[in-house]
């Protein structure tokens, strides 16, 4: 009986090893919009002695409502779309043949004709190779990206240019959706409606992820991440 009690004991304890190593081994990550840090908004103040408050879309009669202070917003238009492919192959051959013949070797020759009647007079020595090789590869990849999202933007950088940051949350029978842009344009690449493309975006950062149901089921269980991790073949 104490044996048994001790086989399940070590069978529990490795079990909860296993259980351990494969929740240890990936870590769920689930990025959601307000995990991501935000510079601090810096609001314009008026001079000492003014009432003036600083430029702003708010306060210009003779501007467009494009973006280009402080919380003001802009549409991105997202168009990713990357290819890539690499092909290589690799195709040699050599042949070697080589071949010698002795007709004196201070008489010793002779004793050795004599003895071997099929060598037609003469020693010789010969020899042939062959090795070739053969390698090929291929690799491709993909990707395409289409989506809006209205930005804000965060902060006026020193030359004009805009920090931006646009966030979006989708649920749909709960499942979660999120889309996060952040980046930095040129007013000038601005349309007049108001729109820029994500290829004018400066160290873009384009996130689109998901959390639910489905993400759960597209993850192997802990036990194949276990086997995967320590299987050696």
Do not use: H
């Amino acid at each position: 009986m104490l044996k048994i009690k001790q086989r399940y004991s070590g069978l529990v304890l490795i079990i909860a090893a296993f259980m351990v190593t494969g929740c240890l081994s990936e870590q769920k990550v689930n990025i959601r919009p307000d995990d991501v840090a935000l510079p601090p908004i810096v609001k314009p103040q008026p001079a000492a002695g003014s009432i003036w408050a600083g430029e702003s879309s708010n306060n210009l009669i003779f501007s467009g409502k494009k973006a280009r202070y402080v919380n003001d917003i802009v549409t991105i238009i997202i168009s990713e779309t990357a290819t890539g492919g690499n092909k290589a192959s690799t195709n040699t051959s050599k042949d070697t043949s080589t071949s010698a013949a002795i007709t004196s070797l201070l008489g010793i020759e002779n004793a050795i004709i004599g003895s071997n009647a099929t060598m037609g007079g003469k020693i010789g020595l010969g020899g042939t190779s062959t090795n070739a090789l053969k390698g090929s590869g291929d690799t491709s990849r993909s990707s395409t990206l289409s989506a809006s999202i209205s930005a804000r933007v965060l902060k006026v950088l020193d030359n004009g240019n805009l920090l931006i940051e646009g966030k979006r949350q989708m649920t749909v029978n709960a499942e979660d959706q999120f889309i996060v842009i952040t980046g930095i344009i040129r007013p000038d690449d601005v349309t007049a409606d108001n729109t820029v493309a994500s290829q004018y975006i400066a160290d873009a950062r384009i996130l689109y992820t998901g959390d639910g149901v489905i993400n759960d089921k597209m993850r192997p269980g802990w036990l194949t991440r276990v086997v995967d991790w320590v299987w050696p073949f």
